[in-house]
């Protein structure tokens, strides 16, 4: 959130070094997405869950780039595109901190 917001506000010289802080902190924390993810799901519903949360984490994909080029053809500029990230990045860590329980396998019961 902090290089999104550096990257809306910032000169020249702090976009670039928002860039590279948000890459390479994405870089450290990507493999944790999909560990978590199994762990919570346990071994009956891993693949089933990965399945979904990559279905669903892709679809950022495809309306990032069109949110952001909306974006900047209404206003003529990248910060509100990076505001935007900011706040989704809010979001995001609100949902690590608050919505997701213990990190153990959850018990499934014969659903599954």
């Known amino acids: 959130m902090l290089c999104m917001l550096a990257c809306a506000e ?45 279905g669903i984490g892709n679809i950022s994909g495809i309306v990032g780039p069109i949110f952001t080029g909306w974006v900047v053809d209404v206003t003529g500029q990248f910060g509100p595109a990076f505001l935007a990230a900011a706040v989704v990045a809010l979001i995001g860590v609100f949902c690590w901190l608050v919505v997701i329980p213990k990190i153990e396998p959850l018990d499934w019961g014969e659903a599954v």
């Open 10 to 54: 910032g000169d020249v010289r702090l976009a670039i070094a928002g860039l590279l802080l948000s890459a390479v902190g994405n870089g450290l924390t990507t493999f944790n997405l999909y560990a978590i993810g199994q762990t919570l799901a346990g071994p009956k519903a891993a693949g089933k869950w990965m399945g979904l949360q990559n």
